[in-house]
């Protein structure tokens, strides 16, 4: 059966790669599973077609025959459970792989999209220039514990996973606000992340369908 997932049909960020889509292709890159993409509109998101697959009206989606998943994290697990590359073998080593994961989500990208939230959506407001430093003062507690953990190794657990891929996309977030060059171990990290054969396919795929049109 064919993989599909949705994607913007124009994404907001003309082709930085920062929707989650990039996530969900860079991971069926690195498992080399073939897939399609379904582009949706910002009204398509909304309509009941799309909602029966995802609740919250939002892109990536995943179907493959029967099955539909929404939730970038949980639909990179699947991946990652059905074929080899994301995850180790080692019972142990898969299972601090997969808290790596729910780190990425649950623990360092959720101050960062605090302050996307800030930078972009709040920057009008009369208490933004408040509210800022103390965002991101926030992002850089987590950056603070994460780049000693990090320390030089070249991945966060032995080999990369599943956890790395989600926690380099979790980090490229960062990048317009010029935080994670305060980081040199972190910059590096997220760097070879991007140099992965993989992640340069999934890159290019997005960025074919949203880069700006010449002028
Ligand atoms: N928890 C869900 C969150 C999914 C989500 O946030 N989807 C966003 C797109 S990726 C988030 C995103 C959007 C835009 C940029 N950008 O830089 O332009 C970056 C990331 C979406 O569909 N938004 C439309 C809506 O909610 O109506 C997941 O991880 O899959």
Known sequence: MTITITAFERSPDGGKGLARDTRVRWALEEVGQ???????????????????????????????????????????????????????????????????????????????????????????KPWSEERLPLVKDRVRARLDQLSSRLGDADWLDGAFSAGDLLMVSVLLRLRPSGLLDEYRNLAAYVARGEARPAYIRAFAAQFAINAPSPS
């Open 34 to 124: 073939p897939y399609e993409v379904r582009l949706v509109s910002f009204e398509d998101m909304k309509a009941p077609g799309h909602l029966a697959l995802h609740p919250f009206g939002q892109i990536p989606t995943y179907e493959d025959g029967s099955l539909s998943l929404f939730e970038t994290g949980s639909i990179v697990f699947h991946l990652a459970e059905k074929h080899a590359g994301l995850l180790p073998g080692v019972p142990d080593a898969r299972a601090r792989a997969i808290t790596w994961m729910f780190a990425a989500l649950n623990t360092v990208e959720p101050p960062i999209l605090e302050l996307v939230t800030a930078r972009i959506f709040e920057a009008d």
